[in-house]
């Protein structure tokens, strides 16, 4: 296949930035979409150009490092997957394809497609944790758990902290990655004891750190390669609203 | 021998730790506050130390090359987490979980150790369930556990096909809340490129940040390397794109030795490869090996159909599949321990029975088990009393697909083949490495204030470690190990200050990583980074994989020596050194990769004999299996760098007290 890519260039956060054209030529429709990167950063390097940057590391779906915006859709053109996991033969022989970081307020760019995510940390070092030090717990099986709580707990817990809810959202809002924490905790009964904290000091931190409002578009959950649910949004906002209700 | 004192306690074997842990001297709290440790990589065994050391109320920095703590690569593992907690009452013990490691590891790890793993092991999943970490349960609420290879009983839990990622996010939140709680400081895209001793101890680090570029100097009473292993030698392998040998390669250069650099596992059940292009190897766990049987067909012309595309593997009937694994050790069938399968699949592919195109492809294969294991479980709990052959299939898939679903839509990704339908395909790939940086009980190197914990240290899986006792290790050093072991000698630290990062010695290692990063960009050569990297692993897979022998591992040791040469003549690294550049990060690594080859090389070549996944083969028995030779290398091999290229050897004996060694059986 002989594609043509338009990429966002970027020299650093303070850069303005613009689009480059590229040739991949020559691309197996079993590569990667990473892999064809590859293959255009080598030759970019053989021709004594800079190579494209971005985040990329274990390429099997699940550390979230990589964060492409294709074609105006984050992780591309299929549901599920993530750019890693996307392959070529989603494409056609002379498509034009155009690469563009996450675009969010709260994930300046560092350099090309590699965007400062580091404001998700931040949120889940305000409340993301159950407070247990190490060699306080009592025998795993003394706390049985409902298999249905603790499979939705699950679904919840496998957000890969990508950040492409984040970019599908016209607000730019992370609502899903917040609820999805806020979820997999209050489904459980670990932790419970500091969920009216949990939240408000979760949801406290994503405001201060410029993400927007939730307005119900449901893009994010549509965009996000592990497909978590709305429903976490509204676990979430039931939890803020009784932790309101109930804070003191 | 006193450059190897391993220091394992005295007394019966169950006693030692129980033992041992109440006599290390303790630290006050309020000198704990004063105490700083360096924590590099926030892995499992990372994570769980620096949230444990800072909750004691140590002084913590944790640095890790990836955007976020939380994409570490203990992320990726799949399959689940040993601990000998006996919930299935089938005969499970502190003692089998000992007997299994050590005969796994095929009687090359220490005894002391690998009890002691044993021992921790149950405390892992009650801490794990109490941070909320959303193990699988049955419908009566208690925890799930499925078998995995070299074992017969079942004592893995599991997270669907994600375990790795579950227990990392909550070693993870453990870290989190303590960062919150400002008795930890983070710092992400930063990478460890030096350590800096100071009058023999180990006192600090020099980190880049990845994102300016500027080198910083960190100051840490002590430094944990908690930096994964060094599978990514191969070029490809399991392992992230960024995984490396670099931060314990430092060490070792610095005089830290690297014990058992040949000891690598080769996983037989990943996806094969597909193509030139191809950059990375994605594993498909071994939690399959439960319900897939592994086979190959019997007749070659049945193979020719099937790699010309005039049949498939679910056209060749029952009697002309050689399932070979269940032919050769009946016993343990599908779950022989990794390197045994390995071998077993490259034995039938080199004799031509592979199914691709490659010829490099084995068969794992479902339909049996979920037709007729699940689906007629499914249908007496319907009331079903005589399903239909479809029937069967729907329910049973609904089954597999609520315990591997992840990694099967994975494969589908992969391949584009949906294996509900038709059998996987796997291959052998590198996927962990059992050698690692040479530390005593206390998971110390034998540079003071150096520890190794998780992948990066060699001390308990020997020369094969069993499914699922990486994340078992990597969370019981940083958990439940470190935390008492690193008393031993901060106790003694308590009377010394901070060191100002403006000493000779800083400054000194700082200039000479600044020298090698101007060097790289000084040669402008014609060869990308990943040129180098994908020669060096061609060599490394063809000589030093699956099976090695002396005339090829000598060939190799002097065509590396000859990449070496070139690369430091000929790569070209873009950019600058003063921004986001991660061709500049690729190029530190594989420079270390280079010089790590060649010892592994040598290594593999000095140990006469085949061992667990080292396969020397002018050392095996007349059916192929791996011929161990107790009388000259019951030992660990450590070895000493005195310049690039040349080393010395130390040998640290393996003592059996409690396990009788004997030729490894699963027949």
Redesign the interface.
């Known amino acids: 296949m002989n594609l043509t890519l338009k990429v966002w260039r970027q020299?650093?956060t303070n850069d303005k930035g613009k689009f480059e054209t590229y040739k991949a030529e020559n691309i197996?429709p079993?590569?990667?979409f990473?892999?064809m990167f590859?293959?255009v950063n080598?030759r970019?390097?053989?021709e004594?150009?800079?190579?494209i940057?971005f985040?990329?590391?274990?390429?099997?779906?699940?550390?979230?490092?990589c964060s492409m915006y294709i074609n105006g859709r984050p992780h591309g053109p299929n549901n599920?997957?993530t750019t890693c996991?996307?392959?070529m033969?989603s494409f056609k022989d002379g498509d034009i394809i155009v690469v563009e970081p996450w675009r969010s307020a709260a994930f300046p760019v560092?350099?090309d497609l590699?965007v400062?995510?580091?404001s998700?940390?931040r949120i889940?070092?305000?409340?993301?944790?159950?407070?247990?030090?190490?060699?306080?717990?009592?025998?795993?099986?003394n706390?049985?758990?409902?298999?249905n709580d603790?499979?939705e707990?699950?679904a919840a817990?496998?957000c890969?902290?990508c950040g492409a809810c984040v970019a599908a959202c016209k607000n730019s809002s992370a609502m899903l990655f917040v609820g999805a924490k806020v979820t997999?905790?209050a489904l459980?009964p670990?932790?419970k004891p500091e969920a009216t904290q949990r939240v408000l000091a979760m949801v406290n931190q994503m405001d201060a750190e410029g993400f927007g409002s939730c307005t119900n578009t449901g893009a994010c959950s549509a965009e996000c390669p592990k497909e978590i649910s709305l429903s976490v949004i509204a676990r979430m906002n039931r939890e803020y609203l009784s932790a309101q209700l109930f804070a003191e | 021998m006193s450059k190897l004192d391993s220091k394992i306690p005295e007394g019966p074997i169950d006693q030692k730790w129980t033992k041992y842990k109440s006599t290390i001297p303790l630290v006050n709290p309020a000198n704990k506050r004063h105490l700083e440790v360096i924590v590099v990589g926030s892995g499992l065994a990372g994570s769980?130390a620096a949230?444990?050391l800072a909750?004691m109320g140590y002084s913590v920095k944790v640095f890790c090359f990836?955007?976020?703590?939380?994409?570490a690569?203990s992320?990726?593992a799949q399959g689940g987490i040993n601990a000998a907690?006996n919930?299935q009452n089938d005969g499970d013990s502190v003692y089998r979980l000992f007997y299994d490691t050590i005969k796994g590891g095929d009687y090359r790890a220490r005894e002391g150790n690998v009890h002691r793993l044993a021992e921790v092991s149950g405390?892992i999943?009650?801490?794990?369930?109490?941070?909320?970490v959303?193990?699988?349960?049955?419908?009566?609420?208690?925890?799930s556990n499925r078998s995995f290879g070299g074992t017969q009983v079942q004592r893995t839990f599991y997270?669907?096909g994600?375990t790795g990622?579950?227990l990392l996010?909550g070693a993870?939140?453990?870290l989190?809340?303590q960062?919150?709680l400002g008795n930890v400081k983070?710092y992400?895209r930063h990478e460890m490129l030096d350590i800096v001793n100071i009058d023999g101890k180990c006192r600090g680090i020099i980190a880049r940040d990845l994102?300016t570029g500027k080198l910083e100097r960190h100051f840490g009473h002590a430094v944990l390397l908690c930096t994964g292993g060094y599978g990514n030698v191969f070029y490809l392998s399991t392992n992230?794109?960024?995984s490396n040998v670099t931060a314990a390669w430092k060490a070792h250069k610095r005089g830290a030795m690297f014990a058992n650099p040949c000891y690598t596992q080769i996983h037989p059940t990943c996806i094969p490869v597909?193509?030139d292009?191809?950059?990375?190897l994605?594993?498909m766990s071994e939690s399959l090996r439960n319900d897939g049987r592994i086979w190959v067909p019997k007749k070659k012309e049945d193979v020719e159909a099937i790699r010309a595309g005039k049949k498939k593997g679910s056209d060749i009937p029952e009697e002309d599949r050689d399932y070979y694994l269940e032919r050769r050790y009946p016993a343990f069938g599908n779950l022989v321990p990794r390197d045994v399968a390995s071998r077993a699949s490259k034995e039938r592919c080199d004799a031509g029975y592979g199914v691709n195109k490659t010829g490099e492809a084995v068969y794992l294969d479902f339909a049996s088990n979920m037709k007729y294991k699940y689906g007629k479980q499914v249908a007496t709990l319907k009331g079903i009393a005589n399903p239909t052959e479809a029937q069967l299939t729907e329910f049973g898939k609904e089954v597999v697909k609520e315990k591997y679903g992840n990694l099967f839509?994975?494969y589908k990704?992969?391949t584009?083949e949906d294996p509900y339908e038709i059998p996987m395909m796997i291959y052998p790939a590198v996927h962990y490495t059992m050698g690692g940086l040479w530390v005593d009980y206390n998971l110390m190197t034998n540079i003071e204030g150096l520890y190794a914990l998780g992948e990066a240290n060699f001390s308990d899986h020997g020369a094969n470690r069993l499914g699922a006792s990486a994340l078992m290790q990597g969370l019981a050093d940083g958990?439940?190990v470190i935390?008492y072991t690193i008393g031993a000698y901060l106790s003694k630290e308590i009377g010394t200050k901070a060191i100002p990062t403006d000493k000779e010695e800083f400054a000194k290692t700082e200039q000479e990583v600044q020298d090698r990063i101007n060097k790289f960009f000084a040669i402008k050569g014609?060869?990308?980074v990943?040129y180098f990297h994908k020669r060096l692993g061609k060599i490394m897979w063809e000589k030093c994989g699956m099976a090695r022998n002396k005339e090829g591992l000598e060939w190799a040791i002097a065509e590396i020596q000859k990449i070496r040469e070139e690369f430091w003549k000929d790569v070209?690294v873009?950019?600058e050194a003063n921004?986001?550049?991660?061709?500049l990060e690729k190029a530190n690594r594989v420079a270390d990769f280079i010089e790590l080859g060649e010892l592994m090389c040598k290594d593999a070549l000095n140990r006469n004999e085949s061992c667990g996944g080292h396969f020397r083969e002018e050392f095996q028995t007349e059916e192929g299996e791996a011929m161990r030779d107790d009388e000259n290398y019951k030992y660990v091999a450590a070895w000493e760098m005195k310049e690039v290229g040349n080393w010395e050897l130390h040998k640290e004996d393996l003592i059996y007290e409690n396990i009788k060694i004997a030729q490894r059986s699963y027949k």
């Open positions: 020299k650093n197996s079993d590569m990667s990473l892999e590859d293959v080598e970019l390097i053989v004594g150009k800079e190579p940057a985040d990329h590391d274990c390429r099997e779906g699940i550390c979230g490092s599920g997957v996991q996307l392959h033969r560092i350099k590699a400062d995510r580091s998700f940390d889940q070092a305000a409340g993301g944790f159950v407070s247990v030090n190490t060699g306080n717990a009592q025998d795993a099986n706390l049985p758990i409902p298999k603790a499979d707990s699950f817990a496998a890969i902290g997999q905790f459980l670990q932790g | 769980s949230a444990t909750e990836q955007d976020s703590a939380r994409r690569h992320i990726a907690k919930y405390s999943i009650d801490q794990c369930v109490a941070q909320g959303p193990f699988a349960r049955e419908y009566g609420g208690l925890l997270a669907a994600q990622q579950q996010l993870y939140s453990g989190n809340r960062i919150g983070m992400a994102v992230a794109m960024g597909s193509g292009h191809q950059s990375k994605t594993l839509d994975m990704q992969i584009g958990y439940f935390p014609t060869k990308s990943d070209r873009p950019g921004e986001f550049n991660p061709e």
